[in-house]
């Protein structure tokens, strides 16, 4: 019989303190995690977490694909596997890859368990404390607990439309080596960018590649949505550009296709991937074999690029509810990127308010999103939020948009009532390439849309 045990206090832990990893004084919690339960109730519409749309994956495949595995491979799909994965899976990723103009030898592969891991292992392999990162920001909210549970020192370069500013991180580079410090590695996501939902030119991807062959820097690309494009023509992976020198390739099934199934991969120089491959063996000796045959399997039952076009018509029409929700509900000074691609866009409301306070109010109206600060190292990004469009409907989109407006609009009128109305912000004169990343305390960041007074927003709901 089970004994429900009081929750542990504080005291209690002390008692254990000595015996915990110096590492676990600075380990994070990711945002995302922390709002999964909650987010699990039904009452409660999640613009928060990077979920893509799985209702929309056959259910008869599924049914189909599992029927056929039990009579024709059940055995070696419950078996342990190769640490770097079966074969018949780097077949289907050396596929993805190609759609996107990257071409790669399955021998260059690691399959992982999910996307995530890829970005433990490189830390893992990679990392002392104290050492350098190089990252965008903001960056993935996922990415930041990672980086922190490694103990390393997190240099976060600005972004503005075109992605990260190179330039910057290049005199970074040069700040950095005068200290005799040089990063181990630079992380970035060139494809509609979690969280910013901008897109590295490709004269900054090229720059980037060349960087890094001149001071032998290694890239972590992180590309999971990168099949996940809009509008727009397609850019060269980073990985493409330098031919498998020194950028390490980070993708998953997880967009694409399910994230249920936790299937990664990871493309690395030799040297880099065997060391990879180590730390695999020690974490979790392979990825499920299961969903390895399952993903096999699928590929070579339905054409899986005309599923990933089926979500590309169904997010691009949720992303577009997204923007007139946002340009509708939001107050007035509110701005936001226009992704050409992928699962999220970023909103930054007006100065006054700070987005990690408005999650509790808005989750006593049942919804959800993540706070700015996840995204960022250092406190920034207090006034910004990432809001996903892929993982709920168009009503619900719209309600939930509503309810962060609602909420954000009532804190800001409470606010000025008390303080005053804060002086006008100084609005570029391209605004689509203003400053997106709230006080100017927290650099430039990307493409924005600014919303019109509120009289024209009347107009435009009134005209539908």
């Not at 056929?68 to 491979?73: D, L, R, Y």
């Not at 960056?139 to 990260?164: K, L, R, W």
């Not at 390739?249 to 493309?267: D, E, M, Q």
Request: hydrophobic share 40%; charged share 25%.
């Amino acid at each position: 019989m089970r004994r429900d045990r009081p929750r542990a206090t504080a005291r209690d832990l002390e008692r254990y303190a000595a015996l915990f990893a110096s590492r676990t004084r600075v380990m994070t919690s990711s945002a995302m995690r922390d709002l999964m339960a909650i987010t699990e109730r039904p009452e409660v519409i999640s613009l928060a977490g990077g979920l893509p749309d799985t209702s929309t994956f056959p259910a008869e495949d599924v049914a189909a694909l599992a029927a056929k595995m039990a009579v024709e491979g059940a055995a070696r799909a419950l078996q342990y596997g190769p640490t770097d994965g079966l074969a018949a899976v780097k077949d289907c990723i050396v596929a993805v890859m190609a759609a996107e103009g990257t071409p790669v030898d399955p021998d260059d592969l690691l399959v992982t368990t999910g996307g995530q891991q890829v970005i433990d292992l490189v830390c893992k392999t990679l990392v002392d404390p104290g050492d350098v990162i190089v990252a965008e920001g903001p960056t993935y909210p996922g990415a930041v607990p990672a980086f922190t549970s490694y103990q390393a020192d997190v240099v976060q370069i600005p972004m503005d439309a075109d992605g990260m500013c190179v330039d910057q991180m290049e005199d970074v580079l040069d700040r950095l080596e005068a200290d005799g410090r040089r990063p181990k590695f630079i992380y970035t996501i060139p494809n509609f960018q979690n969280p910013a939902g901008v897109t590295m030119a490709l004269d900054r991807r090229r720059r980037l590649v060349e960087v890094a062959a001149e001071r032998e820097l290694l890239v972590l690309e992180d590309n999971p949505y990168g099949l996940l494009r809009y509008e727009g023509e397609p850019l060269p992976t980073l990985r493409s550009l330098d031919e498998g020198e020194f950028v390490i390739y980070l993708g998953t099934f997880s967009k694409i296709l399910a994230p249920g199934l936790r299937l990664g991969w990871a493309a690395a120089p030799g040297p880099v991937l065997e060391k990879l491959n180590l730390g695999k063996q020690a974490t979790d000796l392979c990825s499920s074999t299961f969903a390895q045959s399952f993903v096999a399997a699928f590929f070579a039952h339905r054409e899986w690029r005309s599923y990933v076009e089926r979500l590309r018509g169904l997010y691009r029409r949720r992303r577009d509810i997204m923007l007139d929700a946002l340009a509708e509900h939001l107050p007035r000074e509110a701005r936001f990127t226009k992704p050409q691609g992928g699962l999220f866009l970023w909103a930054t409301l007006p100065d006054e308010l700070d987005t990690t306070d408005l999650l509790a109010r808005a989750l006593s109206r049942n919804v959800a999103f993540v706070p700015g600060r996840a995204a960022y190292t250092d406190g920034r990004g207090g006034s910004s939020m990432r809001l996903n469009f892929s993982g709920v409907g168009e009503d619900t989109i719209r309600e939930g948009v509503r309810r962060i407006g609602e909420v954000a609009q009532e804190q800001l009128d409470l606010l000025r009532s008390i303080a005053g109305p804060a002086p006008a912000a100084k609005v570029a004169d391209d605004p689509a390439r203003a400053a997106l990343d709230g006080p100017a305390t927290d650099g430039p960041l990307a493409d924005v849309l600014r919303l019109p007074p509120r009289d024209e927003r009347s107009r435009r709901r009134d005209a539908r």
